[in-house]
């Protein structure tokens, strides 16, 4: 069965300071993974998509097929990436997507 | 270009009533996929349309059915609800698949 922990349920760091929110995932085929974010009072929108390798507002994630995380890395936080974090798989075999519990990521002035 | 619209936004319901909730995909999309979102949960999948077929679903009972119409939007049906059926129901839409996806507001369910 596939599934995806974030092992952090709350996250917090000053402004300008590294960020790293962890996403752990356990499925035995090539996954496709998404980070995706909630701002306060706004959508669920995706931030990004492991398979693009682009950087969005400053974060990255690196797939680690050994490690089988997805970790969502910022090097200088900044107060408006206050938001809810989430991390999701998407099974392509049989069309099925599993989202984490997300991470409540607070930036600190 | 108007993004994915939900309706109703808040709906109460009775135990063992039966609920229909609807969405409005984003223009272009052809895939739409429900989840449902528990207080401090992430959302769980429910299913997914492609081109008005469903060709993936999530591990919800039968009570819980869909269908997609011709111009790609949605209804999620859920028969003989239950307590633990109260949540936010969100719908996505997207491009041949969930790779990126455009959700709506949420449909806020409770169930007396």
């Known amino acids: 069965a596939q599934r995806v922990t974030q092992p952090e349920k709350l996250l917090s760091v000053f402004k300008g300071a590294p960020v790293e929110l962890k996403c752990n995932y356990s499925y035995s085929g090539s996954p496709e993974l998404f980070w995706y974010v909630q701002y306060s009072r706004q959508r669920l929108q995706l931030l990004l998509r492991?398979?693009s390798r682009e950087s969005i507002k400053g974060f990255t994630a690196d797939l680690n097929k050994g490690e089988t995380s997805f970790h969502l890395k910022k090097p200088f936080a900044q107060e408006e990436d206050s938001a809810m974090y989430y991390c999701a798989l998407y099974n392509t075999n049989a069309g099925k997507s599993t989202f984490g519990d997300g991470t409540t990521l607070t930036v600190k002035p | 270009e108007t993004g994915v619209t939900q309706s109703p936004t808040h709906l109460i319901k009775t135990r063992g009533q039966q609920v229909t909730l609807r969405c409005s995909s984003q223009s272009g999309h052809n895939t739409v996929s429900w989840y449902q979102q528990a207080l401090g949960q992430g959302p769980q999948f429910i299913f997914q349309y492609y081109r008005e077929e469903e060709n993936g679903r999530g591990n919800f009972p039968p009570r819980f059915s869909g269908l997609q119409f011709p111009n790609y939007s949605s209804e999620l049906n859920v028969n003989a609800l239950e307590l633990d059926d109260s949540a936010l129901y969100l719908c996505a839409s997207s491009v041949d698949g969930p790779y990126e996806q455009y959700f709506g507001p949420g449909t806020r369910l409770t169930v007396t």
């Open positions: 492991h398979i």
